[in-house]
């Protein structure tokens, strides 16, 4: 009679109530009942379990619940193009152009790929090579491709998630490979490919390395914070002991390899790639075409922002006179200046973001509004004074702080519509209306970004500079004491 030392793995992660209860009722009698006896009883209780909880519709649910067709790829590949072609209109020499365009007509060949990409991840030493090869059964096909990732959560200076996540997109399905309850590193990372829309297949290797028990909890831990889109194995078991009595009375004992549990996987995978073979392309597509969109907007908005600069530059400075000549009260400074109205069009207009006069001084006193609740004008009037007052003769200066305060407001409204433009679509005719929780956000966030001290001091400098030119080289002296 042979006896095998350690417990039996139970197929896909066995060990729920009761087969625990039939494991620990048996176990101390595992030398009478023997290895076929036990197995076959927890196969029964397995077997029960697996039939309520391993249904095959579970691993499908993800699929499901994406709703694509060809005609919905079609249209976000239109969409891409049409940002494409925005960027050829806008700068006909774009160095990118060429690429993006090679790109986007090999997402419409993408529509009827044959071939399924499933990537292997997950972190360092959870078996991806391993299963890997088990798995290339599955090559044979001729429509799956497995590719293996580099190992996630790496040390600094290696190859980063990102770069690999990047990767990982490109692929139709994703096998994420732990071999324990999930690390918060693993965790986000499931997360992302979820939020991406990336279908994937939680992988919990190596049960065989847990007490039955634990792999159990471990495998209903996962199960319940992955919404049950998890599988079980062991692709590289444990050598177990095994000890053989002779009619003699002597004992023999060995050590043994256990077959590869993977029984599960293959089973719920083959499902998916047969019955969601053309969605799973669908999908891919999709996100290709959603990458590619963002890419030529990011283009786009490159060469936009390179001519929003000039623009906003000029009107902050006509604002920075304005304010000089005709001193006002800090916070009317934005609030009656028209020149905003006029930089609002011409920035919507290189945004494809068309206003009428009137449309575009409401933007402009709504900004003002913005500004003034978010007490940024105040904030801006005060850490300018501050820079100024180091230095009497500039600071004395009829209007030198209203000047300087008018351009920088103005600077900051601008590039808080160039950034709250680029969020929106590329559009030929894009609509005029204002969401003003986002804009506030975008205002609050501009602002943060330029009230470093450095940048402050160069700005200052440069109002001081085109307002007091006959005093400049004083002016400067004095900031970079203030500032320095």
């Not at 397995?46 to 699929?63: E, M």
């Not at 290797?205 to 996962?222: G, M, P, V």
């Amino acid at each position: 009679m042979v006896v095998k030392l350690q417990r039996p793995i139970l197929v896909g992660g066995l060990g729920l109530s009761f087969s625990l209860w039939m494991l620990d009722s048996w176990h101390d009698s595992i030398v009478q009942v023997g290895e076929f006896g036990l197995l076959s009883a927890l196969a029964v209780g397995g077997g029960l379990w697996l039939f309520q909880q391993n249904r095959p519709k579970d691993s499908l649910k993800q699929l499901d619940s994406m709703v694509v067709d060809r005609a919905t790829v079609e249209s976000a590949i239109a969409k891409t193009e049409t940002v494409i072609n925005q960027l050829a209109q806008e700068a006909e020499n774009h160095p990118a152009l060429e690429i993006l365009r090679e790109q986007v007509a090999q997402l419409l060949l993408e529509l009827d790929r044959q071939q399924i990409k499933v990537a292997v991840t997950g972190g360092k030493s959870v078996g991806k090579s391993t299963l890997i090869q088990l798995l290339q059964n599955l090559e044979t096909q001729n429509f799956v491709s497995l590719e293996e990732t580099a190992p996630l959560f790496k040390e600094v200076g290696e190859n980063s998630d990102a770069a690999i996540l990047a990767e990982v997109a490109k692929s139709d399905f994703v096998l994420f490979l732990t071999n324990g309850d999930l690390t918060d590193s693993e965790f986000q990372t499931l997360q992302q490919l979820k939020a991406a829309n990336q279908p994937n297949m939680l992988v919990f290797n190596k049960q065989d390395q847990y007490l039955t028990d634990e792999s159990a909890n471990i495998l209903l831990s996962l199960k319940q914070r992955m919404q049950g889109n998890v599988v079980a194995t062991a692709a590289s078991p444990i050598a177990i002991k095994v000890r053989k009595h002779e009619a003699d009375g002597s004992v023999q004992e060995w050590m043994e390899q256990p077959a590869a549990d993977i029984q599960q996987l293959t089973q719920q995978l083959g499902e998916v790639l047969a019955q969601q073979r053309q969605r799973l392309v669908w999908v891919t597509t999709m996100r290709k075409a959603g990458l590619l969109k963002a890419e030529a907007k990011n283009w786009l908005n490159g060469t936009r922002g390179d001519r929003a600069t000039p623009i906003i530059e000029q009107y902050q400075w006509i604002a920075a006179a304005a304010a000089f000549a005709n001193p006002v009260p800090a916070f009317d400074i934005l609030a009656t200046a028209a020149i905003n109205a006029q930089m609002v069009m011409d920035l919507g207009n290189l945004y494809q973001q068309k206003f009428s006069l009137e449309q575009a001084q409401t933007v402009a006193g709504t900004m003002g509004s913005l500004m003034l609740k978010l007490g940024l004008v105040e904030l801006s009037t005060k850490a300018i004074s501050i820079v100024l007052k180091s230095n009497a003769l500039t600071f004395v200066a009829g209007g030198v702080v209203q000047g300087v305060s008018a351009a920088y407001l103005t600077r900051v409204a601008g590039l808080s519509l160039v950034e709250y433009f680029q969020q929106q679509e590329i559009a030929i005719d894009s609509g005029t209306g204002l969401n003003l929780e986002n804009l506030r956000q975008t205002l609050q966030k501009v602002f943060q970004q330029n009230q470093q001290i450095g940048f402050l001091q160069g700005f200052v400098k440069q109002g001081v500079k085109r307002l007091l030119p006959e005093v400049q080289q004083v002016g400067v002296v004095g900031i970079q004491k203030a500032v320095g």
